[in-house]
């Protein structure tokens, strides 16, 4: 009795090892990408489970292979991972540099008659090379052009244009690339279309470079060249790890 009580055991433990499976990582700020990131929402839109990273970035959450995570947090532009494997993740956020960050004015004081115009003052006029003629107030004089700044303001705001820019395309394949899309095109079902969708997920570049894309041509294509895989080809295996 009790053998076979043990070989039930060791025939229902790995079952039970699969059904409480996670996956744990670390979530750091992408610019300096030794600051770990607290309460950052990862939330398995698989199984709907939702967690907060600790204070050192960490997190652990039920999950399989072929579950999708998505990390959010205010301030930082939403990523997605799709897992192929359970082993820990090292996560960067990039922050959303359009967000004003918050400035707190201890203290200031202005003599108000440094804003009132001084009613002692006499206009005055530019002096002009031409036989001393006064120039107007409004026009040019020449001088110098003070650009201080400017050259990493432009860099800002073109690393922003291709982080929203890149958010968008992500945002169109995640809408239109689902298993319901995928399924009614190609007939695939279960684990098999998990691992064809993530073998051939549209590419960012490709999606950007042909508009409007044509999903339907890119995943027949897609599956023809899936099909031409030997079987053992067609699963997207996860990395082992030895000890």
């Given at each position: 009795?009790?053998?076979?009580?043990?070989?039930?055991?060791?025939?229902?433990?790995?079952?039970?090892?699969?059904?409480?499976?996670?996956?744990?990582?670390?979530?750091?700020?992408?610019?300096?990408?030794?600051?770990?990131?607290?309460?950052?929402k990862v939330r398995n839109l698989s199984n709907n489970q939702l967690t907060l990273t600790k204070a050192a970035g960490?997190?652990?959450?039920?999950?399989?292979?072929?579950?999708?995570?998505?990390?959010?947090?205010?301030?930082?532009?939403?990523?997605?991972?799709?897992?192929?494997?359970?082993?820990?993740?090292?996560?960067?956020?990039?922050?959303?540099?359009?967000?004003?960050?918050?400035?707190?004015?201890?203290?200031?004081?202005?003599?108000?008659?440094?804003?009132?115009?001084?009613?002692?003052?006499?206009?005055?006029?530019?002096?002009?090379?031409?036989?001393?003629?006064?120039?107007?107030?409004?026009?040019?004089?020449?001088?110098?052009?003070?650009?201080?700044?400017?050259?990493?303001?432009?860099?800002?705001?073109?690393?922003?244009?291709?982080?929203?820019?890149?958010?968008?395309?992500?945002?169109?394949?995640?809408?239109?690339?689902?298993?319901?899309?995928?399924?009614?095109?190609?007939?695939?079902?279960?684990?098999?279309?998990?691992?064809?969708?993530?073998?051939?997920?549209?590419?960012?570049?490709?999606?950007?470079?042909?508009?409007?894309?044509?999903?339907?041509?890119?995943?027949?294509?897609?599956?023809?060249?899936?099909?031409?895989?030997?079987?053992?080809?067609?699963?997207?295996?996860?990395?082992?790890?030895?000890?």
């Amino acid at each position: 009795m009790l053998k076979k009580l043990f070989l039930l055991l060791i025939l229902v433990a790995p079952l039970w090892l699969m059904a409480q499976s996670s996956v744990s990582g670390t979530v750091f700020d992408f610019d300096n990408n030794t600051f770990p990131l607290q309460n950052v929402k990862v939330r398995n839109l698989s199984n709907n489970q939702l967690t907060l990273t600790k204070a050192a970035g960490q997190f652990n959450i039920t999950a399989k292979m072929g579950d999708l995570l998505e990390f959010s947090l205010m301030g930082y532009h939403t990523d997605t991972l799709f897992l192929i494997n359970l082993s820990p993740k090292t996560i960067y956020l990039p922050g959303n540099s359009t967000a004003l960050k918050e400035v707190e004015i201890v203290g200031s004081k202005i003599n108000p008659s440094i804003l009132s115009p001084d009613p002692l003052a006499r206009p005055y006029k530019r002096l002009a090379p031409d036989g001393l003629r006064g120039k107007g107030n409004n026009d040019r004089a020449g001088g110098l052009l003070f650009n201080l700044g400017y050259g990493k303001y432009k860099r800002q705001q073109e690393k922003i244009r291709v982080l929203e820019e890149r958010d968008r395309f992500q945002a169109e394949i995640n809408e239109v690339f689902t298993e319901a899309y995928v399924s009614d095109l190609v007939k695939l079902k279960g684990q098999e279309l998990k691992d064809f969708m993530a073998m051939y997920r549209p590419p960012e570049e490709l999606v950007k470079s042909e508009r409007p894309f044509n999903y339907d041509l890119y995943t027949v294509k897609a599956y023809h060249t899936w099909l031409k895989l030997p079987p053992e080809q067609r699963k997207v295996v996860p990395i082992s790890f030895q000890k």
